[in-house]
């Protein structure tokens, strides 16, 4: 196979027409990178320059990364885009499953975003949000145990990844004008997961962190300052 530069080489996001993963996606075309954007129904709008749309269930992701070389890959799925009645069929290793075929798929070393929850951010008196009513339904904490384990897979995988848990308001005040991200290792302070991001905001941290190569899977929050 040619060398290509990774700049060359595209970014795969999965859950490519999710909220989450439209922002990447313009923030990665913005920045001229190429995309590949992979969930269950594909997009036909999202056929515009630098973006290929596959179609894909992240059950089995064997035939929408077929053939690519990545870049990169950002997790941006969630089963349900508002909460069911019942976990009862919930898989809490939806996330992990994730992982485990990218560890399969990709080459080791291979960058990583997972875009998590913010349940699964650790406070500074060692609970996680997830641990507060007040802070986080706790009938949603399924939800919150699949992120959390995922993110732990990620951790002890060999694919270079990072874990950016967005704010819990994100999206409440998305604007026009694109904040700065304000990016938080845990600890971090009841303030600072209740605070607000915008989605565009999120992108630019996810975008940015594309670059930056830490090992050992960090945990970062995100807010807008
Ligand atoms: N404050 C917070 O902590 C916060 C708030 C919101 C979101 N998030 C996190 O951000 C991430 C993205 O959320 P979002 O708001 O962008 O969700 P969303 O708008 O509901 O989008 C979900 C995306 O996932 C895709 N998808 C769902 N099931 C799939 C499957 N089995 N295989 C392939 N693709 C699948 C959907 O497309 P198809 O249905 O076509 O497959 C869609 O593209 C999630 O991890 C979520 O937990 C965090």
């Known amino acids: 196979m040619t060398e290509q530069?990774?700049?060359?080489?595209?970014?795969?996001?999965?859950?490519?027409?999710?909220?989450?993963g439209s922002a990447v996606i313009n923030e990665l075309?913005?920045?001229?990178?190429p995309v590949v954007a992979v969930s269950r129904h594909r997009a036909t709008a999202q056929d515009m320059p630098l973006v290929t749309s596959r179609a894909g269930d992240v059950h089995d992701l064997r035939e929408a990364l077929r053939g690519i070389q990545a870049a990169a890959?950002?997790?941006?799925?969630?089963?349900?885009?508002?909460?069911?009645?019942?976990?009862?069929?919930?898989?809490?290793?939806?996330?992990?499953?994730?992982?485990?075929q990218?560890?399969?798929?990709?080459?080791?070393?291979?960058?990583?975003?997972?875009?998590?929850?913010?349940?699964?951010?650790?406070?500074?008196?060692?609970?996680?949000?997830?641990?507060h009513e007040e802070l986080f339904p706790a009938r949603l904490r399924p939800f919150s145990r699949a992120h959390a384990r995922g993110a732990d897979r990620l951790g002890i995988s060999p694919l270079n990844g990072t874990v950016l848990i967005p704010a819990a308001g994100l999206g409440v005040q998305d604007s026009t004008t694109v904040s700065?991200?304000?990016?938080l290792s845990e600890p971090v302070s009841v303030?600072?997961?209740?605070?607000?991001?915008?989605?565009?905001?999120?992108?630019?941290a996810v975008a940015d962190q594309l670059a930056v190569t830490t090992p050992g899977a960090p945990r970062l929050l995100v807010r807008t300052a």
């Open 5 to 20: 530069s990774e700049e060359t080489l595209p970014v795969v996001v999965l859950g490519g027409t999710g909220r989450v």
């Open 29 to 33: 075309t913005a920045r001229r990178r």
């Open 73 to 100: 890959v950002v997790i941006a799925v969630t089963p349900f885009t508002a909460p069911p009645e019942s976990f009862a069929s919930f898989d809490t290793d939806f996330y992990t499953h994730i992982v485990n």
């Open 102 to 131: 990218l560890q399969v798929l990709l080459p080791a070393g291979t960058r990583v975003i997972d875009v998590a929850v913010t349940a699964i951010a650790y406070l500074e008196d060692g609970s996680t949000v997830s641990d």
């Open 180 to 183: 700065q991200p304000t990016l």
């Open 191 to 204: 303030e600072d997961v209740t605070a607000a991001v915008d989605h565009a905001a999120l992108a630019r």
